[in-house]
């Protein structure tokens, strides 16, 4: 099993920025790609970004590129997003997940925390 606790969500005006943190405890964190998903109001559940294990591969989704940053820290069991140029529509809860693939699709991730909530203001 795979723990997984999100925080650093909140309240931000557009433009603005927040970093996401998640921290994982259980099974080998270095075993896991890291992925981060989120659900908008009234959305469906959206991929945002992965990295692999090392921290050397990381995928972002078309909305994400250029503004979002994944990054993860092995040695303190932790993946990050970093948001800069939020907008109104990165509204929704974030949600960190684990899997042993590499992948984009949310059947695949074994693993969920419970999300962190991010408003985005305009």
């Known amino acids: 099993q795979v723990q997984l606790v999100e925080s650093g969500g909140g309240l931000v005006q557009a433009g603005g920025s927040l970093r996401l943190s998640c921290a994982a405890s259980?099974?080998?964190?270095?075993?896991?790609?890291m992925g981060w998903f989120r659900q908008g109001p009234g959305k469906e559940r959206e991929f945002v970004a992965v990295?692999?294990?090392?921290?050397?591969?990381?995928a972002y989704a078309e909305s994400a590129k250029g503004r979002f940053t994944i990054s993860r820290d092995n040695a303190k069991n932790t993946v990050y997003l970093q948001m800069n140029s939020l907008k109104p529509e990165d509204t929704a809860v974030y949600y960190c997940?684990?899997?042993?693939?590499?992948?984009?699709?949310?059947?695949?991730?074994?693993?969920w925390g419970k999300g962190t909530l991010v408003t985005v203001s305009s």
């Open positions: 997940v684990a899997s042993r693939s590499y992948v984009r699709d949310y059947r695949q991730y074994d693993y």
């Open positions: 259980g099974r080998i964190f270095s075993y896991y790609n």
């Open positions: 990295i692999g294990m090392s921290g050397d591969n990381t």
